[in-house]
């Protein structure tokens, strides 16, 4: 799994590590199925707003293969 954009850039948070995470998962049935709902989460990721749910399911996603479970570079909140 990529660096986490925060790291790249710190003025992100880890929310929108998360948003991002999901986005770009390697399996498409992680990703999101929307454009609409992708756009929700970034804005509510900006805000400080974002649902654990969303939250979970990025901590969740399987890492390629290799790479160990817990070797997760997104920050939980």
């Given at each position: ?10 003025q992100?948070n ?14 498409h ?12 989460d970034?804005?509510?990721?900006f ?21 160990p479970?817990g ?7």
């Amino acid at each position: 799994m990529p660096a986490p954009p925060s790291r790249l850039a710190p003025q992100l948070n880890a929310d929108m590590d998360a948003v991002i995470a999901l986005a770009m998962a390697k399996r498409h049935e992680e990703r999101y199925a929307r454009a609409s709902i992708f756009v929700r989460d970034l804005r509510a990721a900006f805000e400080g707003t974002l649902s654990p749910d969303v939250r979970s399911r990025a901590t969740s996603i399987a890492p390629p293969s290799g790479t160990p479970a817990g070797d997760a570079t997104l920050a939980s909140s």
